[in-house]
Structures are given as C-alpha cells and as structure tokens.
C-alpha cells in the first residue's frame, strides 16, 4: 500500500453531521465578531473599504447558512458542480464551501 492509499484510507469521506455543524458555527462565531468589530471600529459610514469588508463577511454568513442546509438535507461535504466528496482537508479550512478546488476554480473563470 502506498503512502497516498493509507492517508486516504485513514480519512472518513465524509465529515459527520455534529463535526460539520461545530465548524460551520465556529465560522459563524468568527463572522459576526468580524462584523461586530468593524461596526464598532467604524469611523465614517461611508467608508469604502469598510463597507467592502461587511458586505463580504455577509456573503460569507449567507454561504454559511446555505452550508447548514445542505447539512440538514444530507448534501453537505458534496461538490455542487461534480458531485463529488469534497475533500476534508478543504472542508476543514472552508467548512461552508460548495465546490471542491476544481470545480471552485471553474465557477471563478
């Protein structure tokens, strides 16, 4: 057996429900902290750069929500665009993502 087949071997393919939602909610700790300190560090209103940060950490919330979802219903951990198991090393560094690499960098182009 190789090295590669006894890592693979090693790794559930897919993560269990209870360890998906604990990650997708520490994300969503993380998120709205985020949000919360920006609010409060704000100077102006109309800061660009500020506005630019909340609007892609409520993205973020809102793809976070779509992951919890996709837990309820069974589908998490599965690519959207190949059907495919997303790896779990992806899985634990963007726990809410959709797509596995391939595919993310297909929807990007």
Excluded: W
């Amino acid at each position: 057996m190789s090295l590669d087949a006894s890592r693979i071997e090693s790794r559930p393919e897919r993560l269990p429900a209870h360890e998906a939602r604990q990650r997708l909610e520490h994300a969503r700790n993380t998120r709205l902290t985020q949000l919360q300190a920006l609010d409060e560090s704000a100077h102006a209103e109309d800061d660009h750069l500020v506005s630019a940060q909340k609007s892609a950490i409520q993205r973020v919330l809102k793809e976070i929500d779509e992951a919890f979802a996709r837990v309820d219903n069974g589908t998490y951990g599965t690519c959207l665009g190949c059907s495919k198991p997303v790896p779990g090393e992806r899985l634990e560094i963007l726990p809410y993502t959709r797509y596995c690499v391939a595919c993310q960098r297909r929807a990007a182009a």
